[in-house]
């Protein structure tokens, strides 16, 4: 497709093919369309703005669909098609189907609306010889503990019903989870909290069928793997404790006292999710925690695969620094493309010999330089001073436009 060329929806579908990929074409043209006009509000015309505001009820509505019946393939076909056309529209629509795939509202007659969110938090998790797959949740009362916790604690509102999954999620696992079968989780998860009945989970279960990925470490080794809290909050759509402020300063008082409650948190209950997630494999068996912040499951995955990724750089960077002095080496980052991939690479050299090469994916609408800031930050906690900054690398590895980082 030619770029600069908006995807037309075709006029009719003769096959359930067909019909997927017409609706591809549309989920895509609506955001690119909805995008512009919230990337440019004060020249969109009267007669404009409620085209827009049709296509907005449209958009929802077919994503809400697609959502349903789990049409995955339509889903990230239609955020690749945007991702080639414009970044502003593929993140408006990456955005729109994450948030829509983790959060449910349920419309009842007569009744205040309610809705469910999918929430993550994931657990850098330090051990001696990794963790052990058999005691995964194995300690229901510190299972019971933990998820009293989250609405005592203040992560989520005391009014909410609160139902934390009992199994601690590898990143194989959650990278597994689609958007489609995410959303068919929210379901199961919001019929079991407004059922008296038990209901089937098969979406829950098909989640956790793979088990941990297995690994190398030998009893002796150091082990850092990171782990998901996954869980559902069902709660009143108007409850006052999820309202955010409309001012600003307020709103950041707000985030502010959230965040403070987390922290808290993690320091109140680390030993109960500690307790949760077993012991390690070697003798010592203690698990030592690191939390990143709660979030919606998308944006919790998006983080910790992006710290996950950082981890491995430095620790093939600390591997390469062995038998150097860190005054000796320097280091290189830049951007680079691998069968357009966009990936954030550091080279290490010391003089004209480069020692080690590691890269970090690195999405389409990340902020260049807040990545490149936090990759020198990592990367001097490690020693290393001389830290450089190129255009980019180009196909045979080699950095172009080197400049210092200021």
């Not at 490690?382 to 196909?395: K, N």
Request: aromatic share 6%.
């Amino acid at each position: 497709m030619p770029k600069n060329k908006r995807p037309v929806p075709r006029k009719s579908a003769t096959s359930p093919e067909v019909k997927d990929e017409q609706n591809t074409t549309e989920l895509c043209a609506l955001a690119l369309d909805l995008s512009d006009g919230e990337a440019n509000p004060d020249i969109v015309a009267a007669a404009t703005r409620a085209d827009l505001a049709q296509k907005a009820i449209e958009f929802q509505r077919l994503l809400r669909r697609l959502l349903t019946q789990g049409k995955d393939e339509v889903l990230y076909g239609a955020v690749e098609l945007a991702r080639d056309e414009s970044v502003d529209g593929y993140r408006y629509l990456k955005n729109a189907i994450e948030e829509g795939a983790a959060n449910l509202v349920l419309r009842r007659e007569g009744a205040a609306d309610i809705e469910i969110d999918a929430f993550a938090i994931p657990v850098f998790v330090h051990s001696q010889g990794g963790l052990d797959p058999a005691f995964d949740f194995q300690d229901s009362a510190a299972y019971d503990a933990v998820l009293d916790s989250l609405t005592a604690a203040g992560l989520e509102s005391p009014k909410a019903k609160v139902v934390l999954v009992s199994h601690a999620y590898d990143l194989e696992e959650i990278e597994r989870i689609s958007y489609g079968q995410l959303h068919a989780m929210l379901r199961e998860a919001a019929n079991s909290l407004t059922e008296k009945k038990l209901t089937a989970a098969p979406a829950l279960e098909r989640s956790m069928s793979h088990g941990w990925t297995p690994t190398a470490f030998g009893p002796d080794d150091s082990a850092v793997e990171v782990r998901f809290l996954v869980g559902f909050a069902l709660k009143r759509a108007d409850d006052p404790f999820y309202q955010v402020p409309k001012s600003e300063k307020a709103a950041d008082a707000y985030f502010a006292r959230r965040a403070d409650a987390y922290q808290q948190w993690t320091a109140d209950f680390a030993p109960m999710v500690a307790r949760c997630l077993g012991r390690g494999r070697g003798a010592d068996g203690a698990l030592t925690l690191n939390f990143l912040y709660q979030d919606l499951f998308f944006g919790a995955r998006e983080q910790a695969l992006a710290e996950y990724a950082t981890l491995q750089i430095l620790a093939t960077m600390n591997g390469a620094m062995a038998g150097h002095a860190p005054e000796q080496l320097s280091a290189i980052i830049a951007p680079t493309d691998i069968d357009d991939e966009m990936l954030l690479r550091v080279q290490l050299a010391a003089g004209a010999t480069v020692l080690a090469t590691a890269d970090k994916p690195l999405d389409l609408t990340a902020d260049l330089e807040v990545e490149v800031d936090d990759l020198r930050d990592a990367l001097a906690s490690i020693g290393l001073a001389d830290i450089s900054v190129a255009l980019r690398f180009d196909a045979d590895g080699s950095p172009v436009d080197v400049r210092p980082l200021g």
